[in-house]
């Protein structure tokens, strides 16, 4: 083996090393900066839950690839119907690409009346559901409805274009679902922090 292609094979190891070691830091930080944004401003009580003119639920499909309905989005479903008989918004905002018709139905026969519901289909991934809350239907505060762990990351979206968002928790999933979602989740923070400070800042 040549000096060179020696060398070259060196550089590769230490490089590849030091990003193995890195990676479980950046994603550790990333997910302790998302976590704070939400911290005081994401509620299980409703109530505790300040009222907000609208509720925004964020979608995710109504079935799981094995045919099984899906807990996590009846269970948005359900909590975006108990803000509304609450009290605790005027107007429900369901924002998903291809779920959104079929949650606005759902959320429409919990005894929301259509008349206060809106859909947006643009959502196509939460940073898009909270951006265009804002730009699209005028929204600066509000309560968004998801999972724990997902309404911080929309929050801390949400802070980058100055909206004020606390969060209605859903139940969350058990065992092995509840620890699949978390793992997308470690990778979906990373992307949020990557997209408010590099790839595409908004203030």
């Excluded at 359900?78 to 079929?102: M, N, Q, W």
């Excluded at 809106?118 to 940073?127: C, K, L, Y």
């Excluded at 600066?140 to 999972?147: E, L, P």
Aim: charged share 25%.
């Amino acid at each position: 083996m040549s000096p060179r292609l020696r060398q070259i094979r060196k550089f590769l190891f230490r490089a590849t090393l030091v990003g193995a070691l890195a990676l479980p830091l950046v994603c550790g930080l990333c997910w302790r900066t998302v976590s704070a944004s939400g911290e005081g401003r994401c509620f299980d009580d409703l109530a505790q839950v300040p009222a907000r003119p609208v509720a925004m639920v964020l979608g995710c499909p109504k079935f799981l690839t094995n045919g099984n309905p899906s807990l996590d989005y009846s269970r948005r479903v359900t909590a975006a119907a108990e803000l509304f008989k609450a009290g605790k918004c005027e107007r429900i905002l369901v924002s998903s690409d291809v779920d959104a018709p079929a949650m606005l139905e759902d959320v429409r026969a919990e005894g929301v009346p259509a008349e206060r519901l809106m859909a947006d289909s643009g959502g196509v991934r939460t940073r898009e559901s909270v951006l265009r809350a804002k730009s699209v239907y005028g929204v600066t505060t509000g309560i968004v409805v998801s999972q724990e762990y997902h309404n911080e990351r929309s929050i801390y979206i949400a802070e980058e274009i100055g909206a004020d968002w606390v969060g209605y928790n859903a139940q969350s999933a058990v065992g092995l679902p509840k620890w699949r979602a978390r793992s997308r989740e470690v990778l979906a923070r990373v992307k949020a922090w990557l997209d408010r400070h590099m790839l595409d800042p908004q203030g």
